[in-house]
């Protein structure tokens, strides 16, 4: 996990140092498009009929052509930027993974045989065009959102199209809800018994509050985070272990 880690921190400097932030004169996005295709394909549990959204890819095209000409701008208010991003992030990542389905039972099926996560893999393919910039998503979360925005519950909204990964939300985020529905999506993330165990003593814990742990423990420990959320609170001292991450498809 110390490799892996330290691919973590490489990733976040890369993309924190080369990546230009896209903008545009464009007014606030609407995210009813998304909202709608979500609530059509994703159940409560965040499982994803990716058959059924096949189907509607040229839906899904519209919404994604509306966010590449209409990039966030200052006027635009901070969550109003966070939700296009954290829709972008997602809605991108149902498209790559679309764009390869069926014949796959996992995003890393897609992209380079070098299997380090994050790196030469379709987090790297440059299919995205925001603003008239080619990115990719690693761009988009490195780059754009973990360096901007100082908000540690984006790790609970973004989804990498993998069961692992926290519950893609059935709805859009929108700036008017969004601390609301990102700390819905901590509560829902946190007690899921597949992705996180809370017992008093012991916390075996997702893989991504290791991976990005240093976003959390910039404002309290990880256990408080745990807590913040969890059903059941576990004690200061517990132990602290981390799960095997399932890249499988987040399909039902």
């Not at 110390?2 to 545009?24: D, E, K, N």
């Not at 709608?36 to 058959?51: A, S």
Request: hydrophobic share 40%; proline share 4%.
């Amino acid at each position: 996990m110390r490799c892996f880690a330290l691919i973590v921190f490489l990733v976040t400097a890369v993309f924190s140092s080369c990546t230009a932030t896209p903008t545009s004169t464009a007014a606030p996005v609407d995210h009813a498009a998304w909202d709608k295709l979500l609530k059509k394909h994703v159940n409560d549990k965040g499982f994803v009929n990716y058959t059924a959204f096949k189907k509607d890819y040229a839906e899904l095209k519209k919404y994604l052509d509306m966010l590449s000409a209409s990039a966030p701008n200052d006027k635009w208010s901070k969550d109003e930027q966070l939700a296009y991003w954290i829709n972008a992030y997602n809605a991108f990542t149902i498209q790559l993974i679309l764009d390869h389905y069926p014949g796959i039972t996992s995003i890393k099926d897609i992209g380079s045989k070098i299997k380090i996560p994050f790196v030469n893999t379709p987090w790297d393919i440059k299919f995205i065009t925001i603003g008239g910039t080619k990115m990719d998503l690693n761009n988009i979360e490195h780059g754009i959102i973990r360096k901007k925005f100082d908000e540690p519950r984006i790790h609970f909204a973004l989804v990498c199209a993998a069961k692992s990964c926290p519950p893609l939300r059935n709805e859009a985020f929108v700036a008017e809800r969004l601390d609301k529905q990102l700390d819905e999506q901590g509560r829902d993330f946190i007690n899921d018994k597949t992705k996180n165990n809370v017992t008093k003593n012991k916390a075996d814990l997702s893989k991504i509050l290791s991976w990005y742990g240093g976003d959390f423990t910039k404002t309290m420990p990880i256990i408080d985070w745990v807590n913040k959320y969890s059903t059941v609170k576990a004690d200061k001292k517990a132990s602290v272990t981390h799960m095997d991450y399932d890249w499988d498809l987040n399909g039902k």
